[in-house]
């Protein structure tokens, strides 16, 4: 992983999904992939239960672990509070590696950076060994490029898989440099690539990139593990599925760029894009309150003006997506509701 000098496992893992499940499943899970050799596990201040499950499932079994973790802080105080909580709910005396999280705009990445702000907290932990590594999570291309070029991170986490393939033409190199470990997040495109195999030979032909799946299922490591046995070339009829997959998804994919806003409504348009991806690996209480039901909530108030869309650099037909969406999570809603599950939520 770059200048980090750490060596870990091909396939990392991504801890989104254990949300959903009970502790119990949740534990298993990840010790299921301790035993096949997973050794990278990532996670976040904000993924609620997933830093104490994970905490659970490596009791214990620390050693040659590479434990990553994320905070969305911006300020100091808030810095120290999540690091501290990260520290307690994983139950460890240090964390390998510290990522700063969603660092989407040049702004962000200011305040992060600032001299007082929440850099100065992490290279203090750096120093005194709480921290090993220093990281940073962006899905903006400008500014994960700008991220690399400070020299302040030792690794980035950005979106790479066949289809948003941008990466590798111009972020990859830059970070090969730069000297930055390249985690690779969203392999399988947020859950809307179904095929494990083709989507994890394209990403295993670059030797220093390291895929993040979110797994909430032993079957699905254990199928992943599978590809990662080899052999790791496509063989043709892979290599015009995954054509066929690039022409029929290509242009439904959002990167979560953000380059089409600002919205005049406000809608959070990544987010409402994304959302069928996060009904599937999100608890569904974590769908139908806070920011993600909010952001569909306002999404109903699409005027369908057509700026974003100008805006959009992947041409994706984001009215229409919209429309989609908000349709699907009122249906949702409803189903919901009819189960007496959503109370004063929404
Ligand atoms: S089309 Fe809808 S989402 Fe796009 S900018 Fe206009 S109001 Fe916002
Ligand atoms: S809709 Fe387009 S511009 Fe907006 S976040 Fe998605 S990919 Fe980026």
């Not at 000098?5 to 999904?17: A, C, D």
């Not at 490596?58 to 999540?82: F, N, P, Q, W, Y």
């Not at 608890?283 to 139908?288: G, K």
């Amino acid at each position: 992983m770059g200048k980090t000098e750490m060596i870990v496992s091909k396939l990392g893992f991504g801890s989104i999904p254990i949300q959903r499940v009970s502790e119990d499943k949740a534990v298993a899970v990840v010790r299921r992939c301790l035993e096949l050799g997973i050794s990278f596990i990532d996670t976040a201040n904000a993924y609620t239960t997933s830093e104490e499950r994970i905490g659970k499932a490596i009791s214990g079994r620390r050693d040659g672990l590479v434990l990553a973790t994320k905070s969305t802080a911006r300020t100091r105080e808030e810095m120290e509070r999540h690091l501290k909580l990260s520290l307690k709910r994983l139950g460890v005396e240090f964390i390998d590696l510290y990522q700063f999280h969603g660092v989407n705009d040049f702004k962000t990445l200011d305040v992060v950076l600032d001299p007082n702000g929440p850099m100065a907290v992490v290279e203090q932990a750096k120093r005194a060994g709480v921290v090993k590594h220093i990281g940073i999570t962006s899905h903006s291309m400008d500014t994960a490029k700008e991220a690399i070029k400070s020299d302040r991170f030792e690794t980035i986490m950005f979106s790479f898989n066949f289809i948003a393939c941008e990466p590798a033409d111009e972020l990859l190199p830059l970070a090969r440099e730069h000297d930055v470990g390249f985690i690779a997040m969203k392999p399988l495109a947020g859950g809307m690539l179904d095929n494990v195999t083709i989507a994890f030979k394209y990403l295993f032909q670059f030797p220093d990139v390291v895929p993040i799946p979110g797994i909430e299922k032993i079957p699905e490591i254990e199928e992943s593990i599978q590809v990662l046995k080899g052999p790791w070339q496509m063989t043709e009829a892979e290599k015009g599925e995954m054509k066929r997959l690039r022409k029929e998804l290509g242009t439904q994919f959002c990167r979560r760029c953000d380059y089409c806003q600002p919205c005049p409504e406000e809608i959070s348009i990544s987010i409402v894009m994304f959302s069928s991806s996060l009904f599937k690996r999100l608890p569904p209480e974590r769908i139908f309150s806070g920011m993600v039901a909010e952001a569909l909530e306002k999404a109903a108030n699409c005027t369908e003006c057509g700026e974003c869309e100008e805006r959009c650099p992947y041409h994706l037909p984001i009215r229409e997506m919209i429309s989609e969406q908000v349709k699907r999570y009122q249906e949702e809603k409803r189903k919901y509701q009819g189960q007496g599950a959503l109370g004063n939520h929404v």
